[in-house]
Protein backbone atom coordinates (compact mmCIF):
# COMPACT_ATOMS: atom_id res chain seq x y z
CA UNK A 1 0.00 0.00 0.00
CA UNK A 2 2.64 2.32 0.96
CA UNK A 3 4.77 1.75 -2.41
CA UNK A 4 1.75 2.12 -4.60
CA UNK A 5 1.05 5.52 -2.14
CA UNK A 6 4.40 6.55 -3.42
CA UNK A 7 4.09 5.63 -6.70
CA UNK A 8 0.91 7.91 -6.72
CA UNK A 9 2.97 10.95 -5.16
CA UNK A 10 5.67 10.56 -7.35
CA UNK A 11 3.08 11.60 -10.79
CA UNK A 12 3.71 14.91 -11.35
CA UNK A 13 -0.03 15.37 -13.01
CA UNK A 14 -1.98 13.19 -10.31
CA UNK A 15 -0.18 15.12 -7.69
CA UNK A 16 -1.13 18.46 -9.26
CA UNK A 17 -4.38 17.72 -9.86
CA UNK A 18 -5.06 16.51 -6.59
CA UNK A 19 -3.56 20.18 -5.10
CA UNK A 20 -5.81 21.90 -7.74
CA UNK A 21 -8.74 20.12 -5.79
CA UNK A 22 -7.56 20.10 -2.67
CA UNK A 23 -7.28 24.47 -3.51
CA UNK A 24 -10.38 24.48 -4.78
CA UNK A 25 -12.15 22.29 -2.06
CA UNK A 26 -10.34 24.71 0.64
CA UNK A 27 -11.75 28.01 -1.47
CA UNK A 28 -15.31 26.95 -0.85
CA UNK A 29 -14.99 25.38 2.62
CA UNK A 30 -13.07 28.91 4.14
CA UNK A 31 -14.09 31.59 1.73
CA UNK A 32 -17.24 32.16 3.30
CA UNK A 33 -15.55 33.25 6.65
CA UNK A 34 -13.61 36.09 5.32
CA UNK A 35 -16.02 38.25 3.70
CA UNK A 36 -18.74 40.31 4.60
CA UNK A 37 -21.05 39.53 1.55
CA UNK A 38 -23.90 37.15 1.70
CA UNK A 39 -24.42 34.88 -1.00
CA UNK A 40 -28.50 36.42 -1.12
CA UNK A 41 -27.45 39.95 -0.95
CA UNK A 42 -29.01 41.61 -4.02
CA UNK A 43 -27.83 45.17 -5.05
CA UNK A 44 -29.55 46.55 -8.16
CA UNK A 45 -27.38 49.30 -7.94
CA UNK A 46 -24.36 47.14 -8.55
CA UNK A 47 -25.65 44.52 -10.84
CA UNK A 48 -23.96 43.35 -13.86
CA UNK A 49 -20.30 44.65 -13.10
CA UNK A 50 -17.20 43.28 -14.55
CA UNK A 51 -14.63 42.14 -12.16
CA UNK A 52 -13.32 44.65 -9.59
CA UNK A 53 -11.70 44.73 -6.08
CA UNK A 54 -15.24 44.66 -4.33
CA UNK A 55 -16.45 41.79 -6.52
CA UNK A 56 -14.04 39.94 -7.54
CA UNK A 57 -15.46 38.41 -10.17
CA UNK A 58 -18.38 41.00 -11.02
CA UNK A 59 -22.31 40.11 -10.02
CA UNK A 60 -25.34 39.16 -11.68
CA UNK A 61 -27.96 40.70 -13.05
CA UNK A 62 -29.35 41.11 -8.97
CA UNK A 63 -26.42 42.06 -8.07
CA UNK A 64 -25.57 39.56 -6.09
CA UNK A 65 -21.45 38.74 -5.99
CA UNK A 66 -20.44 36.39 -7.99
CA UNK A 67 -17.15 35.11 -6.42
CA UNK A 68 -19.05 33.94 -2.90
CA UNK A 69 -22.01 32.42 -4.91
CA UNK A 70 -19.17 30.40 -6.49
CA UNK A 71 -18.54 29.68 -2.97
CA UNK A 72 -21.39 28.09 -1.70
CA UNK A 73 -22.36 26.55 -5.35
CA UNK A 74 -18.84 24.61 -5.36
CA UNK A 75 -20.24 23.46 -1.07
CA UNK A 76 -23.67 22.35 -2.80
CA UNK A 77 -22.34 20.76 -5.59
CA UNK A 78 -18.91 19.63 -4.33
CA UNK A 79 -20.77 18.24 -1.66
CA UNK A 80 -23.44 16.38 -3.69
CA UNK A 81 -20.83 15.28 -5.95
CA UNK A 82 -18.49 13.42 -3.27
CA UNK A 83 -21.28 12.31 -0.89
CA UNK A 84 -22.88 10.28 -3.69
CA UNK A 85 -19.70 8.81 -5.27
CA UNK A 86 -19.12 8.09 -1.54
CA UNK A 87 -22.41 6.27 -0.59
CA UNK A 88 -22.53 4.25 -4.36
CA UNK A 89 -18.99 3.49 -3.60
CA UNK A 90 -19.58 1.77 0.24
CA UNK A 91 -22.85 0.34 -0.91
CA UNK A 92 -21.82 -1.20 -4.42
CA UNK A 93 -18.89 -2.49 -2.68
CA UNK A 94 -20.59 -4.40 0.32
CA UNK A 95 -22.92 -5.34 -2.53
CA UNK A 96 -19.91 -6.57 -4.91
CA UNK A 97 -17.92 -8.70 -1.74
CA UNK A 98 -21.48 -10.10 -1.18
CA UNK A 99 -22.34 -11.25 -4.35
CA UNK A 100 -18.69 -12.60 -5.32
CA UNK A 101 -18.21 -14.16 -2.35
CA UNK A 102 -21.71 -16.09 -1.42
CA UNK A 103 -22.59 -16.95 -5.45
CA UNK A 104 -25.62 -19.36 -6.71
CA UNK A 105 -28.95 -17.62 -6.66
CA UNK A 106 -28.30 -14.63 -4.26
CA UNK A 107 -25.29 -13.15 -6.89
CA UNK A 108 -27.63 -13.80 -9.94
CA UNK A 109 -30.26 -12.44 -8.69
CA UNK A 110 -28.89 -9.02 -7.38
CA UNK A 111 -26.80 -9.17 -10.65
CA UNK A 112 -30.04 -9.07 -12.67
CA UNK A 113 -30.96 -5.85 -10.65
CA UNK A 114 -28.13 -4.17 -10.77
CA UNK A 115 -28.33 -5.06 -14.99
CA UNK A 116 -31.74 -3.25 -14.67
CA UNK A 117 -30.33 -0.20 -12.36
CA UNK A 118 -27.57 -0.09 -15.17
CA UNK A 119 -29.82 0.08 -17.80
CA UNK A 120 -31.82 3.44 -16.20
CA UNK A 121 -29.35 6.52 -16.89
CA UNK A 122 -28.24 8.05 -13.71
CA UNK A 123 -29.75 11.14 -14.90
CA UNK A 124 -33.22 9.78 -15.21
CA UNK A 125 -32.78 8.22 -12.10
CA UNK A 126 -31.66 11.53 -9.89
CA UNK A 127 -35.06 13.29 -11.55
CA UNK A 128 -37.18 10.34 -10.62
CA UNK A 129 -35.81 11.15 -7.01
CA UNK A 130 -36.03 14.73 -7.10
CA UNK A 131 -39.36 14.55 -8.74
CA UNK A 132 -41.06 12.20 -6.07
CA UNK A 133 -38.93 13.24 -2.89
CA UNK A 134 -39.76 17.25 -3.47
CA UNK A 135 -38.03 19.65 -5.30
CA UNK A 136 -35.58 21.95 -4.18
CA UNK A 137 -34.34 19.48 -1.23
CA UNK A 138 -31.19 17.38 -2.71
CA UNK A 139 -33.45 14.74 -2.93
CA UNK A 140 -31.65 13.70 -6.40
CA UNK A 141 -28.14 13.24 -4.31
CA UNK A 142 -29.67 9.59 -3.66
CA UNK A 143 -30.60 9.28 -7.09
CA UNK A 144 -26.87 9.59 -8.38
CA UNK A 145 -26.09 7.76 -5.51
CA UNK A 146 -28.23 4.71 -6.56
CA UNK A 147 -27.19 5.25 -10.65
CA UNK A 148 -23.50 5.02 -9.15
CA UNK A 149 -23.95 1.37 -7.70
CA UNK A 150 -23.79 -0.92 -10.74
CA UNK A 151 -20.43 -0.73 -11.56
CA UNK A 152 -18.67 -0.55 -8.32
CA UNK A 153 -20.59 -3.85 -7.71
CA UNK A 154 -19.47 -5.49 -10.85
CA UNK A 155 -15.86 -4.43 -10.62
CA UNK A 156 -15.62 -5.97 -6.63
CA UNK A 157 -17.48 -8.95 -7.54
CA UNK A 158 -15.19 -9.65 -10.47
CA UNK A 159 -12.07 -8.57 -8.22
CA UNK A 160 -13.55 -10.79 -5.65
CA UNK A 161 -13.96 -13.73 -7.88
CA UNK A 162 -10.62 -13.81 -9.47
CA UNK A 163 -9.34 -13.22 -5.85
CA UNK A 164 -11.05 -15.93 -3.91
CA UNK A 165 -9.78 -18.59 -6.60
CA UNK A 166 -6.10 -17.47 -6.03
CA UNK A 167 -4.13 -20.22 -4.91
CA UNK A 168 -3.20 -18.04 -1.34
CA UNK A 169 -7.07 -17.33 -0.16
CA UNK A 170 -7.40 -22.10 -0.73
CA UNK A 171 -4.31 -21.82 1.72
CA UNK A 172 -5.49 -19.41 3.83
CA UNK A 173 -8.97 -21.59 4.22
CA UNK A 174 -7.19 -24.88 4.48
CA UNK A 175 -5.13 -23.30 7.50
CA UNK A 176 -8.72 -22.85 9.10
CA UNK A 177 -9.52 -19.06 8.34
CA UNK A 178 -13.44 -18.01 8.33
CA UNK A 179 -14.98 -16.57 6.05
CA UNK A 180 -14.98 -13.28 7.52
CA UNK A 181 -11.47 -13.19 8.22
CA UNK A 182 -10.74 -14.13 4.31
CA UNK A 183 -12.97 -10.92 3.21
CA UNK A 184 -11.43 -8.73 5.72
CA UNK A 185 -7.83 -9.44 4.65
CA UNK A 186 -7.85 -10.64 1.45
CA UNK A 187 -10.75 -9.79 -0.59
CA UNK A 188 -11.39 -5.90 0.89
CA UNK A 189 -7.85 -5.54 0.11
CA UNK A 190 -7.28 -6.18 -3.14
CA UNK A 191 -10.76 -4.75 -4.06
CA UNK A 192 -10.25 -1.68 -2.36
CA UNK A 193 -7.63 0.31 -4.85
CA UNK A 194 -9.82 -1.00 -8.02
CA UNK A 195 -12.68 0.44 -6.32
CA UNK A 196 -10.49 3.53 -5.41
CA UNK A 197 -10.10 4.12 -9.37
CA UNK A 198 -13.90 3.95 -9.95
CA UNK A 199 -14.64 6.02 -6.82
CA UNK A 200 -12.52 9.17 -8.79
CA UNK A 201 -15.07 8.44 -12.01
CA UNK A 202 -18.03 8.27 -9.79
CA UNK A 203 -17.64 11.42 -8.06
CA UNK A 204 -16.81 12.85 -11.38
CA UNK A 205 -20.03 11.14 -13.03
CA UNK A 206 -21.99 12.93 -9.93
CA UNK A 207 -20.72 16.27 -10.61
CA UNK A 208 -21.46 16.07 -13.80
CA UNK A 209 -25.27 14.82 -13.24
CA UNK A 210 -25.62 17.45 -10.25
CA UNK A 211 -24.76 20.36 -12.74
CA UNK A 212 -27.03 18.95 -15.68
CA UNK A 213 -29.27 19.28 -12.93
CA UNK A 214 -28.68 22.52 -11.39
CA UNK A 215 -28.77 23.77 -15.18
CA UNK A 216 -31.86 22.57 -15.89
CA UNK A 217 -33.03 24.09 -12.81
CA UNK A 218 -34.37 21.47 -10.92
CA UNK A 219 -31.93 20.90 -7.87
CA UNK A 220 -32.05 23.06 -4.64
CA UNK A 221 -33.61 25.85 -4.28
CA UNK A 222 -32.86 28.76 -5.55
CA UNK A 223 -31.30 31.44 -3.40
CA UNK A 224 -28.98 28.72 -2.35
CA UNK A 225 -26.52 28.44 -5.50
CA UNK A 226 -25.10 25.48 -7.63
CA UNK A 227 -22.22 25.74 -9.93
CA UNK A 228 -25.08 24.51 -12.85
CA UNK A 229 -27.45 26.69 -11.58
CA UNK A 230 -24.92 29.70 -12.03
CA UNK A 231 -24.07 28.55 -15.64
CA UNK A 232 -27.87 29.01 -16.39
CA UNK A 233 -28.13 32.45 -14.67
CA UNK A 234 -25.28 33.80 -16.40
CA UNK A 235 -26.21 32.17 -19.98
CA UNK A 236 -29.02 35.25 -20.25
CA UNK A 237 -26.01 37.72 -20.13
CA UNK A 238 -24.32 35.85 -22.36
CA UNK A 239 -23.14 38.35 -24.69
CA UNK A 240 -22.37 41.16 -22.86
CA UNK A 241 -20.84 39.50 -19.96
CA UNK A 242 -19.97 35.91 -20.95
CA UNK A 243 -17.31 35.04 -17.85
CA UNK A 244 -20.59 34.79 -15.56
CA UNK A 245 -21.92 31.41 -17.50
CA UNK A 246 -17.29 30.90 -18.06
CA UNK A 247 -16.46 30.29 -14.99
CA UNK A 248 -18.86 28.19 -13.22
CA UNK A 249 -18.11 26.00 -16.55
CA UNK A 250 -14.38 26.46 -16.22
CA UNK A 251 -14.94 25.35 -12.43
CA UNK A 252 -16.69 22.48 -13.03
CA UNK A 253 -14.91 21.45 -16.16
CA UNK A 254 -11.53 22.46 -14.15
CA UNK A 255 -12.69 19.96 -10.88
CA UNK A 256 -13.75 16.79 -13.52
CA UNK A 257 -10.76 16.73 -15.25
CA UNK A 258 -8.97 16.66 -12.05
CA UNK A 259 -10.89 14.31 -10.98
CA UNK A 260 -10.33 12.17 -13.60
CA UNK A 261 -6.21 12.53 -13.78
CA UNK A 262 -6.60 11.44 -10.25
CA UNK A 263 -7.77 8.20 -11.34
CA UNK A 264 -5.52 8.05 -13.96
CA UNK A 265 -2.87 8.59 -11.32
CA UNK A 266 -4.34 5.96 -9.02
CA UNK A 267 -4.47 3.46 -11.91
CA UNK A 268 -0.73 3.59 -13.19
CA UNK A 269 0.00 3.55 -9.55
CA UNK A 270 -1.60 0.39 -9.11
CA UNK A 271 0.31 -1.20 -12.41
CA UNK A 272 3.60 0.18 -10.75
CA UNK A 273 3.85 -0.64 -7.14
CA UNK A 274 1.51 -3.63 -7.59
CA UNK A 275 1.80 -7.21 -5.38
CA UNK A 276 1.90 -5.66 -2.19
CA UNK A 277 -1.33 -4.55 -1.09
CA UNK B 1 -27.94 -15.91 -36.25
CA UNK B 2 -31.77 -14.74 -37.54
CA UNK B 3 -33.27 -16.34 -34.57
CA UNK B 4 -31.03 -14.86 -32.41
CA UNK B 5 -31.96 -11.31 -33.32
CA UNK B 6 -35.90 -12.17 -33.52
CA UNK B 7 -35.22 -13.43 -29.68
CA UNK B 8 -33.04 -9.98 -28.73
CA UNK B 9 -35.45 -8.00 -30.33
CA UNK B 10 -38.38 -10.13 -28.16
CA UNK B 11 -36.47 -9.79 -25.14
CA UNK B 12 -36.90 -5.77 -25.25
CA UNK B 13 -40.38 -6.17 -24.33
CA UNK B 14 -39.31 -7.60 -20.44
CA UNK B 15 -36.61 -5.42 -20.35
CA UNK B 16 -38.67 -2.44 -20.80
CA UNK B 17 -40.81 -3.77 -18.54
CA UNK B 18 -38.19 -3.95 -15.82
CA UNK B 19 -37.51 -0.59 -16.16
CA UNK B 20 -41.18 -0.26 -15.61
CA UNK B 21 -41.46 -1.53 -12.54
CA UNK B 22 -38.35 -0.20 -11.25
CA UNK B 23 -39.71 3.14 -11.97
CA UNK B 24 -43.34 2.34 -10.26
CA UNK B 25 -41.60 1.00 -7.35
CA UNK B 26 -39.24 3.83 -6.60
CA UNK B 27 -42.02 6.47 -7.40
CA UNK B 28 -44.57 4.71 -5.44
CA UNK B 29 -42.24 3.75 -2.09
CA UNK B 30 -40.72 7.53 -2.53
CA UNK B 31 -43.43 9.07 -2.21
CA UNK B 32 -45.16 6.91 0.00
CA UNK B 33 -48.88 7.71 -0.22
CA UNK B 34 -51.47 5.92 -2.39
CA UNK B 35 -50.31 5.46 -5.58
CA UNK B 36 -54.19 4.48 -6.92
CA UNK B 37 -53.88 7.95 -9.47
CA UNK B 38 -50.35 7.32 -10.89
CA UNK B 39 -51.03 7.43 -14.49
CA UNK B 40 -54.31 9.07 -15.82
CA UNK B 41 -55.46 7.79 -19.11
CA UNK B 42 -57.92 9.28 -21.38
CA UNK B 43 -60.52 6.84 -20.74
CA UNK B 44 -60.48 7.74 -17.15
CA UNK B 45 -59.91 11.30 -16.51
CA UNK B 46 -60.92 10.79 -12.60
CA UNK B 47 -58.79 8.37 -11.98
CA UNK B 48 -58.40 4.51 -12.47
CA UNK B 49 -61.50 2.60 -11.16
CA UNK B 50 -61.23 2.26 -7.45
CA UNK B 51 -58.99 -0.03 -5.69
CA UNK B 52 -56.36 -0.86 -8.44
CA UNK B 53 -53.31 -2.66 -6.75
CA UNK B 54 -50.42 -1.12 -7.29
CA UNK B 55 -49.65 -4.75 -9.64
CA UNK B 56 -52.72 -4.17 -11.37
CA UNK B 57 -51.88 -0.96 -12.12
CA UNK B 58 -48.65 -1.52 -13.61
CA UNK B 59 -50.23 -4.22 -15.45
CA UNK B 60 -52.51 -2.34 -17.29
CA UNK B 61 -49.87 0.45 -18.10
CA UNK B 62 -47.67 -2.26 -19.37
CA UNK B 63 -50.73 -3.49 -21.15
CA UNK B 64 -51.84 0.02 -22.64
CA UNK B 65 -48.13 0.13 -23.73
CA UNK B 66 -47.22 -2.70 -25.74
CA UNK B 67 -50.79 -3.26 -27.07
CA UNK B 68 -52.46 0.04 -27.79
CA UNK B 69 -48.98 2.70 -27.47
CA UNK B 70 -50.88 4.30 -24.77
CA UNK B 71 -49.46 6.42 -22.41
CA UNK B 72 -52.20 8.36 -20.79
CA UNK B 73 -52.63 12.08 -21.05
CA UNK B 74 -50.36 14.74 -20.51
CA UNK B 75 -51.91 16.18 -16.82
CA UNK B 76 -51.85 19.41 -17.86
CA UNK B 77 -53.62 19.77 -21.10
CA UNK B 78 -55.49 16.83 -20.79
CA UNK B 79 -54.13 15.07 -24.50
CA UNK B 80 -53.38 11.73 -24.92
CA UNK B 81 -49.55 11.66 -24.86
CA UNK B 82 -49.15 9.68 -27.64
CA UNK B 83 -49.03 11.78 -29.78
CA UNK B 84 -47.11 14.32 -28.31
CA UNK B 85 -43.78 11.37 -27.46
CA UNK B 86 -43.82 10.15 -31.14
CA UNK B 87 -43.34 13.70 -32.59
CA UNK B 88 -40.73 14.90 -29.40
CA UNK B 89 -39.13 11.33 -29.88
CA UNK B 90 -38.64 12.11 -33.34
CA UNK B 91 -36.54 15.21 -33.03
CA UNK B 92 -34.54 13.73 -30.35
CA UNK B 93 -34.20 10.59 -32.24
CA UNK B 94 -33.06 12.46 -35.23
CA UNK B 95 -30.09 14.74 -32.65
CA UNK B 96 -29.28 11.63 -31.20
CA UNK B 97 -28.77 9.35 -34.43
CA UNK B 98 -26.88 12.42 -36.16
CA UNK B 99 -24.22 12.98 -33.29
CA UNK B 100 -24.15 9.04 -32.89
CA UNK B 101 -23.10 8.96 -37.01
CA UNK B 102 -20.69 12.26 -35.91
CA UNK B 103 -19.21 10.49 -32.97
CA UNK B 104 -17.94 7.22 -34.95
CA UNK B 105 -16.97 9.28 -37.98
CA UNK B 106 -14.44 11.91 -35.16
CA UNK B 107 -13.58 8.79 -33.09
CA UNK B 108 -12.81 5.97 -34.53
CA UNK B 109 -9.97 8.20 -37.06
CA UNK B 110 -8.58 9.80 -34.49
CA UNK B 111 -8.03 6.33 -32.46
CA UNK B 112 -6.88 4.84 -34.99
CA UNK B 113 -4.52 7.93 -35.77
CA UNK B 114 -2.86 7.92 -31.81
CA UNK B 115 -2.52 4.19 -32.87
CA UNK B 116 -0.51 3.91 -35.28
CA UNK B 117 1.19 7.07 -34.24
CA UNK B 118 1.80 5.27 -30.59
CA UNK B 119 4.52 6.99 -28.33
CA UNK B 120 5.11 9.64 -30.67
CA UNK B 121 4.02 13.63 -29.59
CA UNK B 122 0.80 12.92 -31.78
CA UNK B 123 -0.07 10.21 -29.66
CA UNK B 124 -0.15 11.98 -26.41
CA UNK B 125 -1.58 15.52 -27.88
CA UNK B 126 -4.91 12.95 -28.34
CA UNK B 127 -5.02 11.29 -25.30
CA UNK B 128 -4.80 14.16 -23.55
CA UNK B 129 -7.40 16.10 -25.69
CA UNK B 130 -9.57 13.24 -25.46
CA UNK B 131 -9.23 13.31 -21.39
CA UNK B 132 -10.33 16.60 -21.78
CA UNK B 133 -12.72 16.23 -23.80
CA UNK B 134 -14.32 13.48 -22.17
CA UNK B 135 -14.65 15.36 -19.39
CA UNK B 136 -16.55 18.37 -19.87
CA UNK B 137 -20.28 18.26 -20.02
CA UNK B 138 -22.20 18.67 -23.28
CA UNK B 139 -23.31 21.98 -21.62
CA UNK B 140 -20.57 23.70 -20.95
CA UNK B 141 -19.21 22.68 -24.22
CA UNK B 142 -22.12 24.55 -25.70
CA UNK B 143 -21.65 27.47 -24.02
CA UNK B 144 -18.17 27.61 -25.54
CA UNK B 145 -18.87 26.91 -29.04
CA UNK B 146 -21.95 29.52 -28.50
CA UNK B 147 -19.61 32.19 -27.70
CA UNK B 148 -17.07 31.19 -30.13
CA UNK B 149 -18.87 30.93 -33.34
CA UNK B 150 -21.88 32.54 -32.84
CA UNK B 151 -21.28 35.70 -30.81
CA UNK B 152 -17.86 36.00 -31.67
CA UNK B 153 -17.43 35.39 -35.35
CA UNK B 154 -21.36 35.10 -35.90
CA UNK B 155 -21.25 32.27 -38.13
CA UNK B 156 -24.31 30.62 -36.49
CA UNK B 157 -27.27 32.04 -34.65
CA UNK B 158 -27.80 31.52 -30.89
CA UNK B 159 -31.01 29.96 -31.75
CA UNK B 160 -31.34 27.77 -34.25
CA UNK B 161 -32.46 29.31 -37.45
CA UNK B 162 -30.52 28.12 -40.94
CA UNK B 163 -29.57 24.20 -40.89
CA UNK B 164 -25.52 25.06 -40.11
CA UNK B 165 -27.25 26.16 -36.66
CA UNK B 166 -27.88 22.92 -36.22
CA UNK B 167 -24.34 21.44 -36.59
CA UNK B 168 -23.48 23.40 -32.98
CA UNK B 169 -25.84 20.99 -31.15
CA UNK B 170 -24.50 17.93 -32.74
CA UNK B 171 -21.24 18.82 -32.36
CA UNK B 172 -21.66 19.47 -28.50
CA UNK B 173 -23.19 16.01 -28.34
CA UNK B 174 -20.54 14.11 -30.35
CA UNK B 175 -17.59 15.22 -29.12
CA UNK B 176 -17.73 13.98 -25.80
CA UNK B 177 -18.84 10.58 -27.12
CA UNK B 178 -16.17 10.66 -29.72
CA UNK B 179 -13.45 11.18 -27.02
CA UNK B 180 -14.34 7.81 -25.51
CA UNK B 181 -14.84 6.51 -28.67
CA UNK B 182 -11.21 7.30 -29.82
CA UNK B 183 -10.13 5.76 -25.81
CA UNK B 184 -11.19 2.60 -26.59
CA UNK B 185 -10.50 2.83 -30.84
CA UNK B 186 -6.88 3.13 -29.51
CA UNK B 187 -6.60 1.09 -26.97
CA UNK B 188 -7.84 -1.75 -29.38
CA UNK B 189 -6.00 -0.85 -32.25
CA UNK B 190 -2.63 -0.65 -30.35
CA UNK B 191 -3.55 -4.22 -29.24
CA UNK B 192 -4.09 -4.90 -32.73
CA UNK B 193 -1.18 -3.74 -33.84
CA UNK B 194 1.03 -5.89 -31.48
CA UNK B 195 -0.28 -8.90 -32.64
CA UNK B 196 1.82 -11.50 -34.75
CA UNK B 197 -0.62 -11.35 -37.67
CA UNK B 198 0.59 -7.75 -38.21
CA UNK B 199 3.73 -8.62 -38.29
CA UNK B 200 2.99 -11.51 -40.41
CA UNK B 201 1.16 -9.30 -43.35
CA UNK B 202 3.60 -6.63 -43.10
CA UNK B 203 6.91 -9.17 -43.99
CA UNK B 204 4.47 -10.43 -46.95
CA UNK B 205 4.99 -6.67 -48.61
CA UNK B 206 2.06 -5.57 -47.46
CA UNK B 207 2.06 -1.64 -46.99
CA UNK B 208 1.09 -0.48 -44.00
CA UNK B 209 -1.73 1.54 -44.76
CA UNK B 210 -2.95 -1.83 -46.33
CA UNK B 211 -2.59 -3.50 -42.98
CA UNK B 212 -4.06 -0.91 -40.64
CA UNK B 213 -7.10 0.32 -42.82
CA UNK B 214 -7.92 -3.71 -44.04
CA UNK B 215 -6.65 -6.08 -41.28
CA UNK B 216 -6.09 -3.94 -38.15
CA UNK B 217 -9.22 -2.06 -38.41
CA UNK B 218 -11.86 -4.46 -38.63
CA UNK B 219 -10.20 -6.02 -35.24
CA UNK B 220 -10.00 -2.69 -33.52
CA UNK B 221 -13.34 -2.08 -34.41
CA UNK B 222 -14.58 -4.21 -31.92
CA UNK B 223 -14.32 -2.36 -28.90
CA UNK B 224 -15.38 0.52 -30.16
CA UNK B 225 -18.86 -0.69 -31.20
CA UNK B 226 -19.16 -2.68 -27.82
CA UNK B 227 -19.37 0.75 -26.19
CA UNK B 228 -22.38 1.67 -28.63
CA UNK B 229 -24.84 1.29 -26.30
CA UNK B 230 -23.17 3.38 -23.34
CA UNK B 231 -22.57 6.22 -26.10
CA UNK B 232 -26.13 6.21 -26.95
CA UNK B 233 -27.01 6.85 -23.42
CA UNK B 234 -24.26 9.64 -22.95
CA UNK B 235 -25.90 11.12 -26.17
CA UNK B 236 -29.43 11.16 -25.32
CA UNK B 237 -28.88 12.11 -21.65
CA UNK B 238 -26.61 15.16 -23.18
CA UNK B 239 -29.31 15.84 -25.80
CA UNK B 240 -31.69 16.49 -22.97
CA UNK B 241 -29.39 19.51 -21.50
CA UNK B 242 -28.22 20.48 -25.05
CA UNK B 243 -32.07 20.46 -26.40
CA UNK B 244 -32.54 23.26 -23.25
CA UNK B 245 -29.14 25.25 -24.30
CA UNK B 246 -30.28 25.82 -27.87
CA UNK B 247 -33.92 25.89 -27.64
CA UNK B 248 -34.82 22.24 -29.16
CA UNK B 249 -38.34 20.92 -28.43
CA UNK B 250 -37.79 17.42 -27.75
CA UNK B 251 -38.26 14.85 -25.74
CA UNK B 252 -35.60 16.36 -22.50
CA UNK B 253 -37.98 19.56 -22.77
CA UNK B 254 -40.87 17.75 -22.39
CA UNK B 255 -39.51 15.84 -19.56
CA UNK B 256 -38.62 19.25 -18.11
CA UNK B 257 -41.80 20.79 -18.55
CA UNK B 258 -43.42 18.02 -16.71
CA UNK B 259 -41.36 18.06 -13.62
CA UNK B 260 -41.85 21.81 -13.58
CA UNK B 261 -45.94 20.97 -13.82
CA UNK B 262 -45.66 18.06 -11.50
CA UNK B 263 -46.64 15.44 -14.29
CA UNK B 264 -46.43 12.43 -13.73
CA UNK B 265 -47.90 10.55 -16.51
CA UNK B 266 -45.76 12.43 -18.94
CA UNK B 267 -42.24 12.06 -16.84
CA UNK B 268 -43.49 8.12 -16.95
CA UNK B 269 -44.25 8.23 -20.27
CA UNK B 270 -40.83 9.67 -21.06
CA UNK B 271 -38.66 7.58 -18.98
CA UNK B 272 -40.54 4.54 -20.93
CA UNK B 273 -39.49 5.76 -24.31
CA UNK B 274 -36.02 6.52 -23.28
CA UNK B 275 -35.63 3.12 -21.87
CA UNK B 276 -37.06 1.80 -25.31
CA UNK B 277 -34.40 3.76 -27.06
CA UNK B 278 -31.86 2.88 -24.84
CA UNK B 279 -33.11 -1.30 -25.47
CA UNK B 280 -33.35 -0.98 -29.00
CA UNK B 281 -29.71 0.95 -29.13
CA UNK B 282 -28.31 -2.05 -26.75
CA UNK B 283 -30.01 -4.75 -29.93
CA UNK B 284 -28.06 -2.44 -32.40
CA UNK B 285 -24.85 -2.91 -30.54
CA UNK B 286 -25.29 -6.37 -30.88
CA UNK B 287 -25.66 -6.68 -34.44
CA UNK B 288 -22.82 -4.08 -34.92
CA UNK B 289 -20.48 -6.76 -32.94
CA UNK B 290 -22.00 -9.55 -35.21
CA UNK B 291 -20.76 -7.67 -38.16
CA UNK B 292 -17.63 -6.49 -37.11
CA UNK B 293 -16.62 -10.18 -35.28
CA UNK B 294 -17.27 -13.02 -37.72
CA UNK B 295 -16.02 -15.86 -35.35
CA UNK B 296 -19.40 -14.40 -33.47
CA UNK B 297 -21.48 -14.84 -36.62
CA UNK B 298 -19.99 -18.19 -36.60
CA UNK B 299 -20.81 -18.53 -33.27
CA UNK B 300 -24.05 -17.74 -33.28
CA UNK B 301 -25.36 -20.08 -36.32
CA UNK B 302 -23.96 -22.85 -34.37
CA UNK B 303 -25.47 -21.45 -31.35
CA UNK B 304 -26.73 -23.60 -29.41
CA UNK B 305 -23.70 -26.18 -29.07
CA UNK B 306 -21.64 -23.79 -28.85
CA UNK B 307 -23.21 -21.99 -26.32
CA UNK B 308 -23.93 -25.12 -24.12
CA UNK B 309 -19.59 -26.18 -24.41
CA UNK B 310 -19.33 -22.47 -22.92
CA UNK B 311 -21.21 -22.84 -20.32
CA UNK B 312 -19.50 -25.77 -18.60
Redesign the interface.
Known amino acids: MKRKSRAFFRNPVAVTALAILVVIILFCILYPFFTTIDYREMNFEDRLQTPSLKHPLGTDNFGRDLMIRMAWGGRVTLSVAFFSGLIAAVIGTVIGILCGYAGGSTDSVIMRLMD??S???????A???????G?GRGNFLYGIAIAGIPPFAKLVRAAVLEISGSAYVEASRALGASPLHVIREHVVRNALPLAAVQATTAV?DAL?TC??LG????SIKPPMPEW?ML?DNG?NQ??IL?HL??IP?AA??LC??C???MG?GIRDSLSIGGGDA | MFGYFCKRILLIIP?VM??IL??FV??SS??GTNTARMVQYADDPQGPPPRLSFLQQYGKYCYRVFTRQDFGINSLSGVPLRKELLIRTGITLRVTAISALFTYLLGVPLGVFAACRRGRWQDSFIISLT??F????S??LS??L??FFA?RLRWIH?IPQDPVDELAPLFALAVFGASNVAKVTRAGMAEVLDKPFVLSLTSLGLSRRSVILRHALKNALVPAFSIFSTVC?QL??GS??VE??FNIRGL?ST??SA??GRG?TT?LGC?VV??LI??VC?VITDLLFVLVNPSLRRTLSFGSTLRRRGGR
Open positions: VLSVPGLLLIVFEYMLMATTIYISIGFKLRPSLAIIIVLNLN | SAVLILMLTTLSSIPFCLVVLVVALCIVRFGMIISTLAVALSS
